[in-house]
């Protein structure tokens, strides 16, 4: 058992792990196959519109973007 296994939760050696382990790529790939398979709007079918900033300030919706790929990636930059 590592030093950082033995620390107390909460502590520094034990969000460091926590950090480490948690955002591996193989979390990141589980967690878009899981999404992918969930439930939500069907392959082919057409999403709701909606709105969100771009990383200019601008505002994007999802219907500017129609007939073009589009990727949404939700995550923690901690």
Do not use: C, I
Request: glycine share 8%; no cysteine; aromatic share 8%.
């Amino acid at each position: 058992m590592t030093s950082a296994e033995r620390a107390p939760a909460g502590s520094p050696e034990q969000l460091e792990r926590y950090n480490f382990n948690h955002f591996w790529m193989k979390h990141l790939v589980a967690d878009l196959w899981r999404s992918a398979r969930s439930a939500g709007v069907r392959g082919g079918s057409e999403a709701p519109d909606f709105e969100l900033d771009s990383t200019d300030g601008d505002k994007v919706t999802l219907r500017s973007v129609r007939d073009r790929p589009v990727l949404l990636h939700f995550g923690s930059a901690t």
